[in-house]
């Protein structure tokens, strides 16, 4: 039950190329006010110009071919928070999915606005509710990717996000936000962000900048100043070569109980080379400063910038604004477990004093808790303002730190993506965490006890020893089936004979 667009006369609704979201909007009227019409399909290879908004109603699909773009026209001279795409109903939507195509925002075209001021979002939601966005090629614009305000359920997902104007993806106290699998670019501000939203889960992202000026800030920014921030879940993200910090968590503003900001866990993460931002100070892996119970598990942070956790609030944002970013109250705590620390060299801004594994600039009001970590060649050393009694100090025996293969060297098995190779070495990470840390999803003989790392608790994790009941055989782990092993022995039979005769 689909409306079709086209650009070649072979469509219900047809473009010439000007003012095309004319021809659009009349095909997304039709949909809303005929409910057998569930989708609106933008046909390629076709670039439909636009000078206004494309409005999209409740319970309606837009979706497009890999090769239609939708371009803001050159010098739009739109007024600010004027977005390409938006909903049809001031009052919100519900049920809307946005897929398969390309948003060009035209940036070059239309240098007359500055980026990250509200102009030319691509796509905006207030007041809604099950919001999808996914499978998008969103880049060269002004302001946000997908920004929605005031909205539940909201998923954004296998997109490829270059060189906006703001950030990604921005939630504005949303409840019940994802985005997972997104392949982004930072540019002026961040990558995903989430404002005095709650409910909020991000993973299997890789976030990186552009080394520019105009880079931005920090790849995931979680920010608090009124309403709940208490469930929020980071993890298995790989961050790089950010402009800003990798992960900035920050509350601020008028005092709050802890209640709401708390609890806020970042785990199984890999950060190299993040916070190459030469004019700021606040650059680092993960900056934090105003949540309480934070947890910081099984990540790697490979050749940060600054150091790799920090608990410290800028005195202003990268813009050079005169913000008050301190938080109001005291007993903010951060627990750091279970992670490998390696590598740490001096900020660029200010350097001395910085190239720590761990640092602590709000002693008087903030504590970092120090558990079973590894920290390696920090340039500065291990800590600032922290300890640590289980902490180890040594080298975690990368797979290849190199090619950022963060799996652990074992004798006894290591994945390498494709099959259990066996290594000359064990790294000491190995059964090395918390012993109260959970360890159930490290595959058998995994010695009772999870890895140090990003690994840890994942069934990528390395082996202790070698595996019961398993063969080895050149270096690699073979399952027992039985076809497997007679293959083996035939083998074994062949090699021997050859030997003997």
Same mark, same amino acid.
């Given at each position: 039950?689909?409306? /079709? ?14 003012? #095309? ?6 095909? $997304? ?42 371009? $803001? ?10 977005? $390409? ?7 919100? %939507? ?40 996914? =499978? ?20 954004? /997902? ?29 540019? @002026?501000?961040? =990558? ?24 931005? =800030? ?15 879940? %980071?993890?298995?993200? @790989? ?12 509350? /601020? ?51 940060? /910038? ?18 008050? $970013? ?23 801004? #200010?350097?001395? =004093? ?10 008087? @009001? ?52 494709? @099959? ?17 840390? #959970? ?63």
């Amino acid at each position: 039950m689909t409306v /079709y667009v086209a650009a070649d006369g072979r469509g219900n609704f047809n473009c010439d190329g000007s003012d #095309d979201q004319v021809e659009i909007n009349q095909a $997304l009227k039709y949909a809303a006010e005929n409910p057998q019409f569930s989708t609106v399909y933008l046909k390629g290879p076709s670039t439909y110009i636009i000078s206004d908004s494309i409005l999209i109603g409740s319970e309606t699909i837009l979706e497009g071919d890999p090769t239609t773009v939708i371009k $803001l026209k050159d010098q739009a001279d739109w007024p600010k928070n004027k977005p $390409l795409i938006t909903q049809m109903d001031s009052s919100g %939507v519900d049920r809307v999915i946005i897929k398969g195509f390309e948003i060009n925002g035209n940036h070059d075209k239309n240098e007359d606005k500055m980026k990250g001021q509200g102009y030319y979002n691509m796509i905006s939601f207030l007041d809604s509710q099950n919001i999808d966005v996914h =499978g998008m090629y969103l880049h060269d614009g002004h302001g946000d990717g997908l920004r929605v305000e005031r909205s539940s359920n909201i998923k954004f /997902y296998n997109n490829k996000v270059y060189k906006l104007g703001h950030d990604g993806f921005y939630s504005i106290d949303c409840q019940n936000v994802e985005a997972w699998k997104n392949r982004i670019t930072c540019r @002026t501000n961040g =990558g995903l962000r989430v404002w005095n939203s709650n409910y909020v889960k991000f993973y299997d992202n890789v976030i990186d900048s552009f080394y520019h000026w105009s880079a931005g =800030g920090s790849a995931i920014l979680i920010e608090k100043t009124t309403g709940v921030v208490n469930d929020v879940e %980071v993890y298995n993200n @790989t961050i790089h070569h950010t402009y800003g910090p990798g992960i900035w968590l920050i509350g /601020y503003g008028a005092s709050y109980p802890q209640e709401e900001a708390q609890n806020v866990h970042i785990h199984n993460n890999i950060f190299y080379s993040t916070g190459t931002n030469p004019s700021i100070d606040w650059v680092g892996g993960i900056v934090t400063s105003g949540f309480y119970d934070t947890l910081i598990e099984n990540n790697v942070f490979d050749n940060v /910038y600054h150091a790799a956790i920090i608990q410290m609030y800028p005195s202003s944002t990268s813009a050079g604004n005169s913000v008050d $970013l301190s938080p109001q109250g005291t007993g903010f705590t951060t627990i750091v477990r279970n992670n490998i620390i390696v590598d740490t060299q001096n900020r660029t801004k #200010d350097p001395d =004093g910085t190239g720590y594994g761990v640092i602590n600039y709000l002693p008087s @009001t903030h504590t970092i808790v120090m558990e079973n970590n590894c920290l390696y060649n920090n340039i500065a050393g291990d800590y600032m303002n922290a300890r640590s009694t289980s902490d180890i100090h040594v080298d975690p025996h990368f797979a290849n730190e190199k090619e950022h293969d963060y799996h652990l060297k074992s004798t006894g098995g290591r994945w390498n993506g494709k @099959t259990w190779v066996k290594d000359p070495v064990s790294s000491p990470c190995i059964d090395a965490g918390h012993p109260d840390s #959970d360890y159930s999803k490290e595959p058998g003989n995994n010695g009772g006890r999870i890895n140090i790392g990003r690994y840890g608790n994942t069934e990528c994790a390395s082996i202790s020893g070698n595996i019961p009941g398993y063969v080895v055989w050149w270096n690699q782990i073979f399952s027992p089936e039985w076809k497997t092993f007679r293959l083996l022995l035939r083998i074994f039979s062949l090699f021997c004979f050859n030997v003997l005769y």
